[in-house]
């Protein structure tokens, strides 16, 4: 990657780059661009292209509608309550 194009890349990304950082990327990018061009170079004739790796499909139960505990029943063992409330200790403070 030269010089003039990681500037005007900067630029649009509205990003101030040094020198130094200029000639650190601009390295890092050929780096980059080396092993995307041995990659283009595999012979992928015959494969058949990926769009999902992972096939696994969500397993999903019915819906099951069933009568809920009376309230009295739900509070029996409930250290406080108010009316149909469970009551819990405050943790934000106001």
């Not at 003039?4 to 990327?25: C, F, G, N, P, S």
């Not at 992928?44 to 009568?67: C, F, M, Q, S």
């Amino acid at each position: 990657m030269d010089k003039d194009t990681l500037e005007r890349m900067a630029d649009i990304a509205h990003v101030h780059l040094y020198d130094q950082e200029i000639k650190q990327i601009s390295k890092e990018l050929g780096f980059l661009m080396e092993h995307f061009d041995k990659l283009s170079q595999v012979d992928t004739e015959g494969i058949t292209p990926t769009v999902h790796p992972i096939t696994d499909k969500n397993v999903l139960r019915e819906d099951a509608v069933w009568k809920s505990l009376p309230i009295e029943e739900v509070l029996r063992n409930a250290p406080d309550k108010d009316n149909r409330f469970f009551r819990v200790p405050r943790i934000i403070e106001e």
